[in-house]
């Protein structure tokens, strides 16, 4: 019997438009290497089952607490669960998430395999075909669960489906080298090109990264978009995006994506029980963006801000 991979997903976003082509399913990926302070997706850092809390709708009746058999739910200051997540059992029936009668309490992540992920996702197929779209592999970082993905790649394949991917860029080339030239195209993460800063807001160097990058280059460059994030204090400035001008022009990649610093995420972290550590200051002004873009431009590179 042929062992399957399994995939752990936390999230499907249907008829998204401004993650590749046409219109896509996205599905995010759960695990990353990195630990970026400014990251969106929390939830998809860690790669097990993780409880989530939407403290806007909780009406603090602890009903939770009174069915958590580890006894790792307590009221806060402010009447509502505090939950001790070293305490908790990861119970597999979550009788805490089944009790809670707003639905605040939730937990994130669910396993796939690649056959039931692409039966999920081909039920949009006339969308796919009508505009030119298909799937987009996002995350966390998809390329942590590369036999996952190369199973579900090879089911998309077999049907002419696209399949992009965004990543990271920290991944083992050589676990990824015997699909990666499946993916249809890649948004390829270029966060900062100082090491010592990179490892202090993600917790892990770049060299992996633009080693990666090279020799994605070299195989396939025009399928390479590069995505910033552009947040105050780490790259916002012109030196970094004279040099990402430089890198690009050297690899014949000529297309980056900026994405400006938001707190969208920021409740997540709340509802993991987790500290968010941006300052204030990440914001960066859009005029000042839109200067960043046209040095890019200036230098050959299609360049839009997203």
């Given at each position: 019997m042929i062992?399957?991979?399994e995939?752990?997903?936390?999230?499907?976003?249907d008829?998204?438009?401004?993650?590749?082509?046409?219109?896509?399913?996205?599905?995010?990926?759960?695990?990353?290497?990195l630990r970026?302070?400014?990251?969106?997706?929390?939830?998809?850092?860690?790669?097990?089952?993780?409880?989530?809390?939407?403290?806007?709708t909780?009406?603090?009746?602890m009903?939770?607490?009174?069915v958590?058999?580890?006894?790792?739910?307590?009221?806060?200051?402010?009447?509502?669960?505090v939950?001790?997540r070293?305490?908790?059992?990861?119970?597999?029936?979550?009788?805490?998430?089944?009790?809670c009668?707003?639905?605040?309490l939730?937990?994130?992540?669910?396993?796939?395999?690649?056959?039931?992920?692409?039966?999920?996702?081909?039920?949009?197929?006339?969308?796919?075909?009508?505009?030119?779209g298909?799937v987009?592999?996002?995350?966390?970082e998809?390329?942590?669960?590369?036999?996952?993905?190369?199973?579900?790649l090879?089911?998309?394949?077999?049907?002419?489906l696209?399949?992009?991917?965004?990543t990271c860029?920290?991944?083992?080339?050589?676990?990824?080298?015997?699909?990666?030239?499946?993916?249809?195209f890649?948004?390829?993460?270029?966060k900062c090109?100082?090491?010592?800063?990179?490892?202090?807001?993600?917790?892990?160097?770049?060299?992996?990264?633009?080693?990666?990058?090279?020799?994605?280059?070299?195989?396939?460059?025009?399928?390479?978009?590069?995505?910033?994030?552009?947040?105050?204090?780490?790259?916002?400035?012109?030196?970094?995006?004279g040099a990402?001008?430089?890198?690009?022009?050297?690899?014949?990649?000529?297309?980056?994506?900026?994405?400006?610093?938001?707190?969208?995420?920021?409740?997540?972290?709340?509802?993991?029980?987790?500290?968010y550590?941006m300052?204030?200051?990440?914001?960066v002004?859009?005029?000042?963006?839109g200067?960043?873009a046209?040095l890019?431009?200036?230098?050959?590179?299609?360049?839009?801000?997203?």
């Amino acid at each position: 019997m042929i062992e399957r991979a399994e995939g752990a997903v936390f999230d499907i976003q249907d008829l998204a438009v401004t993650d590749g082509a046409g219109l896509r399913t996205v599905v995010f990926l759960k695990g990353c290497p990195l630990r970026c302070r400014w990251c969106a997706n929390p939830e998809g850092q860690e790669r097990g089952r993780e409880l989530m809390n939407v403290r806007s709708t909780c009406e603090r009746c602890m009903a939770c607490a009174s069915v958590c058999p580890s006894g790792a739910v307590s009221a806060g200051s402010d009447g509502g669960p505090v939950f001790a997540r070293e305490a908790c059992s990861r119970c597999a029936d979550t009788p805490c998430v089944a009790r809670c009668p707003t639905r605040s309490l939730r937990t994130v992540g669910r396993e796939w395999t690649a056959d039931a992920l692409y039966a999920r996702v081909r039920q949009n197929a006339i969308f796919y075909r009508n505009s030119g779209g298909g799937v987009t592999l996002s995350g966390g970082e998809p390329l942590a669960q590369p036999a996952f993905v190369r199973e579900f790649l090879s089911r998309c394949a077999a049907v002419g489906l696209s399949v992009g991917v965004e990543t990271c860029g920290f991944f083992d080339w050589e676990s990824v080298e015997p699909f990666i030239r499946n993916i249809a195209f890649f948004f390829f993460d270029v966060k900062c090109l100082d090491d010592a800063v990179h490892r202090r807001v993600t917790g892990q160097g770049n060299e992996r990264i633009l080693g990666n990058l090279e020799r994605l280059a070299a195989l396939c460059a025009d399928r390479i978009t590069v995505s910033v994030p552009v947040v105050g204090g780490v790259n916002a400035d012109t030196n970094f995006f004279g040099a990402l001008a430089r890198l690009c022009t050297r690899l014949g990649i000529g297309s980056v994506r900026l994405l400006p610093y938001h707190t969208l995420g920021v409740s997540k972290y709340k509802g993991l029980g987790r500290a968010y550590l941006m300052p204030d200051s990440a914001a960066v002004e859009p005029e000042e963006i839109g200067r960043f873009a046209e040095l890019l431009r200036a230098s050959g590179i299609e360049c839009r801000i997203d």
